[in-house]
Each structure stands twice: as structure tokens, then as C-alpha cells.
């Protein structure tokens, strides 16, 4: 079958920066710790809201790489998208009750301009058997259910309301999976698909780097920082090897893996730069800040090695590869939980991780040249 090849338009990196954006904002939810640690309350919403935007993302990019020509209709419905997305950023706050609203309906519209592009699809078929049908079959029950959480909000229910908003989500993901109409995998460009999550992923390191810049104070020069920039460096590295260098892109392939996988890698590349920001702080929980590191960079290195079944013809993650990462993995996290209230333990510790999974993957990139 021949594989689908497509350009990404800049237009869709101005996309991605604006949903950059609203997953920067979301920090305003976990960025006030009490007594060094994030009430599970505003850690449950940070995670809810996350899964929210980023789907919000993925609906529309699945339709661009799927039908969009970029005509003229195609730039106003991604206008309209895009001005709720940034309308969505900026109602993230504390007070959930106060936020879902406007959250939601911002949420809604979001949705409704990707169901009118799949109608218009639909109609130049002239069929709803197709992916595009299926499409709008899967948002239509989506957008039923944040119609119901708007009412809720209305009806002084708002206690509700998050709940309703898991519902959506998991809706989302797993209601592909039991209806699934008559799809032809033709339709989807995996290359294309493969560099919006990419371009997605380097634009959130980029946020997070931005984010720990007040780390290099030129008036009080220490190894922090450097060490700080390493940690995401490898990561960014390890991200870089893994999907763009190992994998094969050119296949026809319908990327549920990649889709889902992407998902935690954006979490938990913001969740490292929270654990960072706590420490930073001076007044943290030593052991949850620490938790939170471990869980977000065993996370991540989860996350993208789910991908090596995209992996070119001859290259495989052997048993050996395997007991080399978790083995760097166990002694960074050793180092970081044995010395647990030392700050360059902790950050020598996560580098140990990041770097040990780094050198792997490296290992294993030149092992195919």
C-alpha cells in the first residue's frame, strides 16, 4: 500500500504554538503547593485538563491529516479553533467551579468546527460509512457529553462537572475502538502525523526551558543550572532518537500508539519541570518532590519506548537494551531517594536517568549506521 506523504503548512505550527500556550497555562493549577506539596484535588484537574486540551489538539490535527487541503473554509473553522483554544487557556485557574463554564464552552465550539469539517467531508463523499462519518459519529457523543456539563455548571452542579469532563475524555479515547465503520488506513499520512507530534513535543521542551531559566542567576553562579539544562537536554535527546531516528516513518499505519503515547510524553515533560520548580522553591516536600520526578521521567522513557514497534526493518530493542535502561534507571532513582533532601542528589540522580536512557538509545542508533 502506498504510503500517504503530506507537508506540514506553517500554519499548523502557529496551531501548535497556541496549544503550546494553553498547556503552559495549565501550571497555574499545580504551581501553589501547600506545604510542599500539590493538593491531589488540583493534581487530579491538572491531569483532566491536560487530556482535555491535548485532545482537543489531536481532533483537529487527525482531520488536517486525514481530508485538509487548507482551503478557505478549512483557515476559518481553524480560526474559530483556534481563538477557543486561547479563550480555553485562559480561563484555567484554582476555582474549578468558576472555570468550568467558560472551559467547557470553549471546549464545545472547539469541537463543533471539527464536526462541521467532517460534514463537509461527508458531503463530498456522499457517504457516513467512511472515516469521516465514523469521525462525526465519535464527536457528536463528545460534544453531547460537554453540552451535559455545561448544564450541569448552569443548574449549580459544577461539583459534577470534572467528572463529566473524565467521561469525555475516556469517551474520546476508547470510542474509536468500538466504532469503527468502514476505515481505510490509506487516508492517514504517518509521516505528517509524526511531525506534528514531534513539533508539538520540541515546542513543549522549548516551553520548558523558558520555565527554568530563572535557574541561571548571574549573580550566584552553581552547577544547579547546568545540571538542570542536562536533564532536559538528554531528554530532549532520548525523544529525538527515539521517534525521529529510530522509527520508520514512511508506513501505513493508523498510529493509535503514537497518538496515546503522546499524550503522557507532554505530561510528564511538564510534570519534570514542576518537580524542578518545586525544588527550586526551597520550601518542598523533599519526598514528593522526588516522587514526582521518578514517576514523571520512568513516565516518559515509558512512553517514548512504546513507540519501538514503529522501529526501521533490523533495528529491535533487545533484552540487553532493556536491562541497560532500567538498570541506569534503578541507580538514578538509588541516588535520588538515598540522599532524598540533597538538591544536587536529586538532580544528579534524575541526570543519571535521563543521561544512562540517553546513551542507550545512542548506542542503538549507531549500532545502525
Not at 491535548?54 to 483557515?75: C, I, S
Not at 467547557?104 to 461527508?122: E, F, G, K, P, W
Amino acid at each position: 500500500m502506498e504510503v500517504k506523504t503530506k507537508p506540514v503548512e506553517l500554519i499548523e505550527l502557529f496551531y501548535d504554538l497556541i496549544f503550546v500556550y494553553a498547556i503552559s497555562k495549565l501550571t497555574a493549577l499545580i504551581s501553589e503547593p501547600i506545604n510542599g506539596i500539590i493538593p491531589p484535588y488540583n493534581f487530579f484537574a491538572y491531569l483532566i485538563t491536560s487530556f482535555v486540551i491535548l485532545q482537543a489538539w489531536l481532533y483537529f490535527t487527525n482531520y488536517v491529516n486525514r481530508y485538509g487541503q487548507w482551503k478557505w473554509y478549512d483557515y476559518a473553522f481553524a480560526c474559530v479553533n483556534m481563538i477557543s483554544v486561547i479563550y480555553m487557556a485562559n480561563t484555567i485557574s484554582h476555582d474549578w467551579a468558576t472555570m468550568a463554564f467558560p472551559f467547557d464552552l470553549s471546549m464545545l465550539v472547539l469541537l463543533l468546527t471539527v464536526v462541521a469539517l467532517y460534514v463537509i467531508q461527508a458531503r463530498k463523499e456522499h457517504s457516513m460509512d467512511g472515516a469521516a462519518g465514523n469521525s462525526i459519529t465519535i464527536l457528536s457523543v463528545v460534544c453531547t457529553i460537554y453540552v451535559i456539563a455545561i448544564l450541569c455548571t448552569l443548574f449549580n452542579l459544577a461539583d459534577y462537572v470534572i467528572w463529566i469532563n473524565v467521561v469525555a475524555v475516556l469517551t474520546g479515547a476508547f470510542l474509536p475502538f468500538f466504532i469503527r465503520g468502514k476505515f481505510d488506513k490509506s487516508i492517514i499520512s504517518f509521516p505528517h502525523l509524526v511531525e506534528r507530534f514531534e513539533l508539538l513535543t520540541i515546542i513543549t521542551f522549548g516551553e520548558a526551558i523558558v520555565g527554568l531559566t530563572h535557574f541561571f542567576d548571574t549573580s550566584n553562579f552553581n552547577l544547579v543550572p547546568i545540571l538542570v539544562f542536562f536533564i532536559i537536554l538528554t531528554m530532549f535527546g532520548s525523544y529525538v532518537i527515539q521517534i525521529h531516528r529510530l522509527m520508520e516513518h514512511q508506513r501505513v499505519e493508523r498510529s493509535l500508539r503514537l497518538m496515546f503515547s503522546h499524550y503522557f510524553i507532554v505530561i510528564s515533560i511538564n510534570l519534570v519541570t514542576v518537580a524542578l520548580e518545586l525544588i527550586h522553591t526551597g520550601e518542598v516536600n523533599h519526598l514528593f518532590a522526588s516522587g514526582l520526578m521518578i514517576v514523571s521521567l520512568v513516565v516518559f522513557y515509558l512512553s517514548i519506548m512504546a513507540n519501538k514497534e514503529y522501529y526501521k526493518q533490523n533495528i529491535k530493542l533487545t533484552k540487553r537494551d532493556a536491562l541497560m535502561m532500567i538498570g541506569t534507571t534503578i541507580v538514578g532513582i538509588a541516588v535520588i531517594l538515598i540522599f532524598i533532601s540533597n538538591l544536587y542528589a536529586f538532580l544528579i540522580g534524575s541526570l543519571i536517568i535521563t543521561f544512562g536512557n540517553f546513551e542507550v538509545l545512542l548506542m542503538k542508533y549507531k549500532g545502525r549506521i
